[in-house]
Nanobody, 123 residues
Framework: VQLQASGGGLGQTGGSLRLSCVASRRTFSNNGMGWFRQAPGKERQFVSAISWRGTTTYYAESVKGRFTISRDNAKNALYLQMNSLKPDDTAVYYC?????????????????WGQGTQVTVSS
């Protein structure tokens, strides 16, 4: 396993959760990183992305203003702070490393994936 996501669980509407993703066996400090999510019966969709230095970030419209992506290259770690949670945020969240160094929003730009962590938001 090269990307390990954690921090999911049960959250309440309006509450917060923080997801973490730690890379092992290789460094991704030169790669753009991202978070995606997949709800039951739906395709995996883009949530947020960050460039290798953390200077550029992108968010899906549905999470903009509520979620914050960040990274710590010294720790080989990626984070997603999720605030003002909504039931529609319920999904399995995946962290991923892109082929390039930029913040990529397209799923095909990613070639390393974590195993996913479940986030469930109760109403």
């Amino acid at each position: 396993v090269q990307l390990q996501a954690s921090g999911g669980g049960l959250g309440q509407t309006g509450g917060s959760l923080r997801l973490s993703c730690v890379a092992s066996r290789r460094t991704f400090s030169n790669n753009g990183m991202g978070w995606f999510r997949q709800a039951p019966g739906k395709e995996r969709q883009f949530v947020s992305a960050i460039s290798w230095r953390g200077t550029t970030t992108y968010y899906a419209e549905s999470v903009k203003g509520r979620f914050t992506i960040s990274r710590d290259n010294a720790k080989n770690a990626l984070y997603l702070q999720m605030n003002s949670l909504k039931p529609d945020d319920t999904a399995v969240y995946y962290c991923a490393a892109a082929r390039g160094s930029t913040a990529a929003t397209i799923i095909s730009e990613y070639n390393y994936w974590g195993q996913g962590t479940q986030v469930t938001v109760s109403s």
